[in-house]
Nanobody, 116 residues
Framework: QVQLVESGGGLVQAGGSLRLSCATS????????MGWFRQAPGKVREVVTT????????SYADSVKGRFTISRDNAKNTVYLQMNSLEPEDTAVYYC?????????WGQGTQVTVSS
């Protein structure tokens, strides 16, 4: 059974930082491209950032470039999202995603709320 479990969300003031973690089990983590998505109230889910299997290649949405950093530890089957200089517009539920070809696995999401 594949499981993706996010943690690290919470309430933070604008300008603050949070570090999200996504611990996975039941899959061969190192062969999956990993990503973080987010969904704000009334909006569609959007991709925030992705990372290649080895961690050598990353991509970011323009809105988070220079503020967010994705990383992964294949030995721990975990992907991370370091979020700095948070803005109220970053408020959303953040989801971890594992993708291999047409197969997608999702976590349950963790709430991030940034107050102004």
């Amino acid at each position: 059974q594949v499981q993706l479990v996010e943690s690290g969300g919470g309430l933070v003031q604008a300008g603050g930082s949070l570090r999200l973690s996504c611990a996975t089990s039941g899959l061969t983590f190192s062969i999956y491209r990993m990503g973080w998505f987010r969904q704000a109230p009334g909006k569609v889910r959007e991709v925030v950032t992705t990372i290649s299997r080895s961690g050598g290649s990353t991509s970011y949405a323009d809105s988070v470039k220079g503020r967010f950093t994705i990383s992964r530890d294949n030995a721990k089957n975990t992907v991370y999202l370091q979020m700095n200089s948070l803005e109220p517009e970053d408020t959303a539920v953040y989801y971890c995603n594992a993708r291999l070809g047409a197969t997608d696995y999702w976590g349950q999401g963790t709430q991030v709320t940034v107050s102004s």
